[in-house]
């Protein structure tokens, strides 16, 4: 692509805090016209800060320090602020990441769409607006248009964004994170209509995520960043058949798809922050095959063996292929008595002046050892009935039995053994632990009211349970603030190991996790699962992970199963409508592009 | 999830379709309820607690005989509901009752209805200048020093405002009295007015007051305010705008200050019923002729009707004023408006 | 709330302050206050000790200018401004505080209760609430004031009945948001009960607004209390109060100005320094004064 054809130039992009602490160096980047860039990275990237830097825009507190940004033949760096402002929205328009709180609340739709397109003359404004709404494929009724931010869907909302993105006729769209929340087949309707604006429009489009699976699906070119630096870049195919850096080869192996079912390993080591770049290259404290040199200095971007294949490694040439290895996942022989049974369970809730049924004439039950998946969207009803399960939601019909024991309704009503053997699992790592209780403290009282120990007893306990989960000794003394989301995370499984339980309930422990730490999860619940014999019921909305961590799926839809089996007959031949929606709706990586090792590890 | 949507019945649906109207309606009576509970609160304190009223009134060493028809007078003969009865009959119809004092002192038993015309006057006049002035002071105050958050103007203003946001209206009275009366002498220290002339016949006495008054709720006022549009300019929706080139000015006030009232509305509303509260402390400071010093009087003197007449009155407005301020805020809050 | 304003994907992890009351102290204006607070609580609770004259003797001339013996001058009677002014402070605050304690007496355990069992209880208590809430304060007492002829120990009862709603408030707000949290969801279960939840995970967790709050409230105490002094409904002469003392010798303002400016003085910075520090603690938590709640302060 010559210089000419460029719609977007980044050249030498840095942004700083105002102490000088780099978020982001060196950024090189180009996209041309009609052409869609995956730009990905994980917790800490920057890639957010770079998707603001594209519009000449910084965050309080930051600067674009160097470099240059063109889009369509104008500098969005240097110039003063009301000229920016005259081309954001018109030549460069940014979709931002939450649309509940990015929408005015105050402010009925159409005016938004209006104050977007103030300068174009007041006769086109209609027009303008219902091409827009058409392509976001949003109603264009006066009754639409008039109404107000919260009396639109999740959906509706993000769509919503986009139509105020693409009113004013920009030539190049940046979308920070568009479908996070949003349900599968939600999100693959979004990802057609950015690929169909592409299209019509040929408007280029920079889409930030850490959505693998998502980019790949959609993109012409990837672009990886890890710590505020880009790690590898080059068309979409070259990338994901045969990537070159270790970061990008570690994330390849830790995406979950569920037409590609997988052992997950994850990453070793805590990725790095703003601030805490070590000298030299940033991935080298936990690449496999770094040595001194990777320290001495940062590696520039060279040129690999594809045309405008750049990767940012001195030893690229020896990283080795992603290797993609068969799941080795516990299987369940025999016929067990099982460990939980639910039979009949109805549970509803009350919202506003109606009764909602959330799941209806729900019967399942686990087998020793067994991971149950419980798939399905939000809504499915899934959550509610993991926390009937638990005990925090009363069942309105139904019976829920721990081995031959029926359990109470109430959690506070159950045996103590009862509560020990079942341990339940939060979705939210930055809310399961008790801001104010150290890590030692949260574990210890979970061992001494289940398992009645001394508080020595207890405290080591804790200190074994927190090896078991694969975390320093010294995360005992420290307060969950100070841990990354992935540490809390570990520090809530430990805590449900230390009562020595039979079954695990998982409720969407990973969804707000990056997909590195996810996957580092999911391997080390496997290796506990076969070290102590573990039964689990995972709740989960995503079929990658399903299909990597499961021995049974159930399939919810509105409170109701819709299909059950095993894996991976049911991924492979599902037979139920909805069932098959989900699997056309959830992201591949590329089938063909990736081939899977059919011998499985050893276990142990 | 399937629906099951309990039958509506008539009532609901429509509180669903008449969102703002059930809501004024609702808050309505919920008002005329609670003034109810307030009447029986200031019965009980003022007739039941001090026992024998017209003992009271008249003194100690009394004709058994008066007291016997004082009591008559009041109705005190009757029980206590029958008391309650009859005074809030004839409060709900205008009928205030005679001033006890007024037994005691002129030949005329003047009715307590004539005895609050003018303070209240007064009295409105000095809320509603102090009123009329806090909305736009606060508001312009409030907005420019969000606009320059950080800088050294911001911080001298939050800084002194977070002390004076304490003062006594007491306090800050004398502090005024003395610098402008007393010292430079500009301005009349007591606020005194001729009989039969109101406040306006004089407008110098009424600065001082005002001044008192603005000093005590303006501080929080502004600071409240800035606050809440510091907070609005941080916000996502905000950002979202000015990225998508959205001018500055528009931001500013459609999407920041449009949402940034509210809680502005609602502190100034606060303060405006703190007033009903303030201005008799500040009415004694300067000896201004309203329903504050009316009131006050009275206690002393043991005037019973016109303490409860007081009492209803000014609980009435204050109770209104959180009304209103709930109704503009439903205004204001697109949410709270529409039925979900 | 006033937090960092860097998103916090781009900023390294901001370790929350688990002794974050006591950060307070990096404000300048917070030491201000602390400074300002010790000094007049030791001169109300000391002065005593220390003043030169009793506080009802009549040392000389009724506002008389100051002079040697009496380094403010002398009120409307002739006493010693100073030495009334040294005795004039333990009423106010202890009274104050009193009425403090007492309004969390009925506030604290009212939100708690409202906040973690809802439902009915939540329901009533909130409508009590709302009541409470609908009275003009100043007027309640006066009220008050008429029906018990002027009884201190119902003032601070009556105070106290002003001060707990609006805390009922804060307390039930922070309860709703700390039991809604998954550490929470998670004792339960575990099978704790209600006192040990209280107790080990909500309780801690509240302290910092409670903390943040309890300036503002014995802030609203002792004007509320200062203005019944003032026009006579309170503590009664010849008691020394500074709000008295200010009511008393204000006709003589522009003749002996000490005998109003003095006691005015330290009421000032008493509830100014007060103020001060309920900012820094708020701020030092990651909040403010402000997003408290103007309707809990009452003001």
Partial sequence: MSAGERLLSVSGVTVSLTSGVPIIEGVDLAVGKGEILGLVGESGSGKSTLALAILGFSRPGATISKGEVVVGGQAMVGPPERELRGRRGRLVSYVPQDPQSSLNPGRRIVDQLHDRIRDRDKREWPRLVQAALERAQLPTSAEFLSRFPHQLSGGQQQRALIAMAIVGEPSL???????????????????????????????????????????????????????????????????????????????????????????????????????????????????????????AALPPLEEVSAPNHLV?????????????????????????????????????????????????????????????????????????????????????????????????????????????????????PYESLNPRHRVEASIAAAAMVLRQLSREKARAEA?????????????????PGELSGGERQRVAIARALVAEPDLLVCDEITSSLDVSVQAAILDLLDNLRKRHGLAMLFITHDLGVVASTANRVIVLDKGVICETGGIPDVLVNPSHSYTKLLLAAAPQLAPGTITVQSTSVPTG | MSVQAVSLPRAERFIGHHPVLSFAARRILWGVLTLWVVSIVVFIATSVLPGNAAKAILGKNVNPREVLALERELHLNQSLWGQYWYWMGHFVHGDLGRSAASILGSNSHESVGALIRAPLGNSALLAGITIALLIPLSLLLGVLLATRAGKW???????????????????TGSVLIWLFASTLGVLPAVSLIGPGQNALSSPKILVLPVLTLLAA???????????????????????????????????????????????????????????????????????????????????????????????????????????????????????????? | MSTTSV???????????????MRFLRFWTSRVGLAMLVFVVLVALLGPVFAPHSPTEIIGVPFANPGSGWPFGTDFLGRDVLSRVLYGGRSLIGLSVLATIGGYAIGLPAGLLAGYRRGAV????MRGVDVLLAFPPLLFLLIVATGTTESILALVVAVAIILSPGLTRIVRAAVLDVSQRSYVEAALVRGEGTPRILRREILPNIL??????????????ILLIAAMNFLGLGLQPPKADWALMISENRIALSLQPWAVFVPAIFIACLVVSINLIADGIARSLGTSIEALGGEAQGR
């Fill in chain 1, 173 to 295: 769209v940046v979308l920070d994170e568009p479908t996070t929340g949003l349900d599968v087949v939600t999100q693959a309707g979004l990802l057609s209509e950015i690929t169909s604006l592409r299209a019509s429009l040929e408007i280029g489009v920079v889409y930030v995520t850490h959505d693998v699976a998502a980019v790949a699906s959609i993109a012409d070119s990837i672009a990886v960043m890890y710590a505020g630096r880009i790690v590898e870049q080059g068309r979409a195919g070259d990338m994901l058949r045969r990537p070159h850096h270790p970061y990008t080869v570690g994330l390849l192996e830790s995406v979950p798809d569920h037409a590609r079912p997988v052992h997950l390993k994850g990453l070793p080591g805590v990725a790095v922050g703003v601030g805490e770049w070590p000298s030299g290259c940033a991935y080298a404290p936990r690449c496999p095959q770094a040595d001194v040199d990777c320290l």
């Fill in chain 1, 312 to 428: 940012r490694c001195i030893h690229w040439r020896q990283t080795p292929e992603p290797v993609y290895l068969g799941d080795s996942r516990v299987q369940t022989a025999g016929v067990a008595e099982p460990v939980l049974t639910v039979s009949g369970l109805r549970a509803t809730y009350r919202s506003r002046r109606s009764v909602v049924v959330a799941a209806e004439d729900v019967s399942f039950s686990v087998a020793p050892g067994e991971c149950l998946a419980l798939v399905g969207e939000s809504g499915s009803g899934k959550t509610t009935i993991a926390r009937c399960i638990a005990g925090l939601h009363p069942p309105a019909a139904g019976a829920i039995s721990l081995g031959d024991r029926p359990l109470a309704a109430e959690a506070r009503s159950r045996s103590r053994e009862a509560r020990r053997r079942l341990q339940f699992i939060f979705q939210n």
């Fill in chain 1, 463 to 479: 200190v074994r349970a927190l090896e078991e989960v694969r975390l320093p000794a010294r995360v005992a003394t420290r307060f």
């Fill in chain 2, 153 to 171: 103007i911001d911080s001298l203003v939050s800084t002194s405002t977070l002390g004076a946001i304490s003062l006594p209206e007491f306090v």
């Fill in chain 2, 217 to 340: 709720t303006l501080a929080q006022c502004v600071r409240m305010v800035r606050a809440g549009m510091i907070e609005v300019l941080r916000s996502d929706y905000v950002q979202a705008a000015r990225l998508a080139g959205v001018g500055e000015r528009r931001v500013l006030f459609r999407y920041a200050l449009r949402n940034a009232l509210a809680p502005s509305v609602q502190v100034i509303a606060l303060n405006a019923q703190w007033l009903v509260g303030g201005i008799v402390v500040t009415e004694t400071v300067f000896g201004y002729p309203g329903l504050g010093q009316l009131i006050v009087n009275a206690i002393n003197l043991r005037d019973i009707p016109t303490v409860q007449s007081v009492a209803m009155l000014l609980a009435t407005v204050y109770i209104a004023l959180n009304i209103v301020s709930d109704l503009i805020i439903i205004y204001l809050v697109p949410k709270l408006r529409t039925a979900q």
């Fill in chain 3, 7 to 21: 998103a916090a994907d781009s900023l390294p992890k901001i370790v929350t302050a688990r002794r974050g009351r």
């Fill in chain 3, 122 to 125: 939540d329901f009533v208590l």
């Fill in chain 3, 208 to 221: 910092g607004v409670i903390l943040a709050d309890v300036g503002l409230r014995l802030t609203y105490a």
